[in-house]
């Protein structure tokens, strides 16, 4: 079978526009985030939102919830949207909530955003003390009801240790390796190794603050990174998790970052002098630009099987091991 093309973390402002771009590109699934912050109640307005999407445009979108709804996503000519939170927030303090959220169609949550949770540390904390007594017990209940452990945001210690916890493989949906480009969102060799080994999936960000030479990074080199990890941790293990945030108006950067819990502003991976969104780099603008990524892959050593995985297929086994209760 055609190994489908999956894009595993979006942030846009969704709109028509984004959806008909989804299908032009032949996007046949994508991970949409729906909380940062929220609260449960104020995450199913979020989902609200999306039912009316659903019913206002069923030629172009549908919820996706299992692994075999992205073949239904390609036999329909659609694309599956699947549901994720960027934080714990609206689990609140309340473990039943894991089940809960799942069963409302969400398939991914970070135990973290930047900051420490009630579960584990964020990658801008100054110290990591790993995963709370709450975050363990979380984890083995997001194991139980077939929720994925994201740790995008996370930091060192907390990311391993949700690692050597978890029963099952968790992913880091959208990052980059640290080795190519330094910053804090980005994940240490040892993090993508011990990730990897335990059978979990990296997605390669192209967010600007995540790669080399910020936007001006250009597709060869992303592509030779993409390369380089293929040889250091295995095709298999490789996806894409662009972070798209098209469209989004910069006072969603502050939402992002601050959310809440600051008087302050946070710029976090940007400055005080470029607080906004950076811009993108000239071969990845939206969905229709996905086989920028493709030929520019097809140009390394990498296989066309490593290639096809790597734009979808290895997501796809990922759902189907990882979306069901044990």
């Known amino acids: 079978m055609e190994q489908p093309l999956i894009d595993n973390l979006q942030y846009a402002k969704f709109s028509p526009r984004v959806f008909e771009q ?17 609260t449960f109640r104020e995450m199913v307005l979020n989902l609200e939102q999306w039912n009316r999407w659903f019913e206002a445009h069923p030629d172009l979108i549908f ?6 709804d992205v073949q239904r996503a390609r036999d329909t ?25 799942h069963q409302l169609g969400i398939r991914f949550m970070q135990l973290t955003y930047n900051n420490q949770s009630l579960l584990a540390t964020g990658c801008y904390e100054a110290e990591d003390t790993g995963l709370t007594r709450m975050g363990k017990q979380v984890v083995t209940e997001m194991n ?3 929720m994925v452990v994201d740790m995008s945001h996370s930091a060192e210690r907390s990311t391993l240790e949700a690692i050597a916890h978890s029963t099952r493989p968790i992913a880091i949906t959208h990052a980059n390796p640290a080795w190519w480009h330094a ?9 993508l190794t ?15 603050h995540h790669l080399h030479q910020g936007s001006g990074c250009t597709l060869e080199s992303f592509c030779q990174m993409i390369e380089e990890a293929a040889r250091r941790y295995g095709a298999r293990h490789l996806g894409i998790g662009t972070d798209l945030c098209q469209d ?33 780099p000239g071969w990845f603008h939206d969905n229709r630009d996905f086989a920028n990524i493709r ?32």
């Open 22 to 38: 989804m299908r032009a590109g032949a996007v046949d699934a994508v991970h949409v985030t729906i909380a940062y912050h929220e």
């Open 63 to 68: 919820k996706g919830t299992s692994a075999a």
């Open 77 to 101: 000519q659609r694309t599956a949207i699947f549901f994720g939170f960027q934080n714990p927030s609206p689990i609140e303090d309340d473990i039943g909530l894991v089940e809960i959220c």
């Open 144 to 146: 139980r009801v077939g």
């Open 183 to 191: 910053a804090l969102r980005n994940k240490s060799d040892a993090v």
């Open 194 to 208: 011990a990730l990897t080994g335990a059978g979990g999936m990296l997605g390669f960000s192209v967010y600007p």
């Open 248 to 280: 989004q108006p910069d006072s969603v950067v502050e939402w992002m970052r601050v959310g809440r819990w600051s008087k302050v502003i946070d710029y976090g991976e940007g400055s005080a002098d470029n607080a906004g969104f950076p811009p993108m």
């Open 295 to 326: 030929a520019g892959l097809a140009a390394t050593s990498l296989t066309q099987d490593e290639v096809d995985g790597i734009m979808g297929g290895n997501w796809l086994r990922f759902y189907e091991e990882s979306f069901d209760a044990q």
